[in-house]
């Protein structure tokens, strides 16, 4: 029998950053089980194959699972470490959502051991990892669990977010700096030394709550400087000036760096995270507030303009360009491209042709209203009203020549040579 001293991992949940983790910590040679609670997601990494576009992924995964240091199943198993990587969505008045990590702790109970390290991945409000620890110590008694134990404790409870951008997530899980907050200094040490396996960043410790604080700031930083990018859009176009000189030129100073704005803010992250901190404290939070409420507002605005747009050629086929939250992946969590469309194919059905790269299929939602999925090629073929809404690689690669004579209504500043629609709306009117 082949004895080996690498520890057995189970990851809880498959999805965007929990099937990237259990790939990566595989590959050091840990055997690692990944939980998930959709049997197709299961099926499918078993097989080889990956549920979720991210860039080398597939071929990882492939090597991993062949290697047999990972594998999926439906039920939690005895393991030395456990990570936890399921949703932390907001419910009712945005407020945290915390159901799935406290379902994956009392999971997690049924086989936790003395010598266990349990870590929360998922972003989680200030707090949750102290909930977590009082949840298998109840469920636990015959455990010492630390911060409800004197002297020393039997497991290990630690909070480590993610900090890694979608299409360069194998990269970033590794070269990135982490932060690692312990219940426990201990705890924290435990988790350190996990996370050495693969983490060639920095690697720094402190305590579970400004851990957790950590990840929502980053975030609510974020959703702040867009924002402002954002208002400022939406300003510059009342004052028939380009918003993307503006930016460009205003970043030539050696202290300003303004972000892109676009039709709004999307993701599992920045579109969700800052309501933590806001539900944690609404009297002392306004900026993170208004920053959330300007940046959700620019949807239903971006929705205005693209209306406008349209109505200029009734009755002309639409190309909505992109559904994901931001370029160049599948993810459409939170995305406002998405709610955009929705709400253009809602009003003009049939007319609509959505162009996304990354979808075989289109959500039910787009596909009831009307909407059909189309290529590029066909789109440009075809319509006359073009709404950019994601700055795909494949979008910028079209040429003026193929689109001079089109309205376009560009929400990500990908076409800067694109002449005014109301020059083209005019010429396209008498034509016809």
Known sequence: MLVTNEPKVAVLGLGYIGLPTAAVIARTGAQVLGIDVDAHVVETVNSGRVHIEEIDLDGLVSGVVARGNLRAA???EPSDVFVIAVPTPFGANHAPDIGYVLQAATTIATVLKAGGVVILESTSPVGTTEKVAELLAQLRPDLKVPGHCSGSADIAIAYCPERVLPGRILVELIENDRVIGGITPRCARKALHFYRRFVRGACVTTTARAAEMTKLTENAFRDVNIAFANELSILAEGMDVDVWEV???????????I???GPGVGGHCIAVDPWFLVHSNPAQSPLI????????????HTIA?????????????????GLAFKANIDDFRESPALKVAQAIA?????RVRIVEPYAHALPPALAAAGATLTDIDSAIESCPIFIVLVDHDLFKSV????RAGKLVYDTRGIWPDQPAPESIAAGLRLAG
């Open 74 to 76: 439906l039920a939690i």
């Open 247 to 257: 930016i460009r030129l205003a970043n030539r100073h050696p202290r300003v760096n």
């Open 259 to 261: 972000l892109s704005p």
């Open 289 to 300: 507030r208004t920053a959330r409420e300007v940046n959700d507002g620019k949807v239903a």
């Open 305 to 321: 303009r693209a209306e406008a747009l349209i109505a200029q050629l009734p009755g002309a086929p639409i190309a909505c360009l």
């Open 346 to 350: 809602e009003r003009h059905g049939p």
């Open 399 to 402: 040429p003026l020549d193929e």
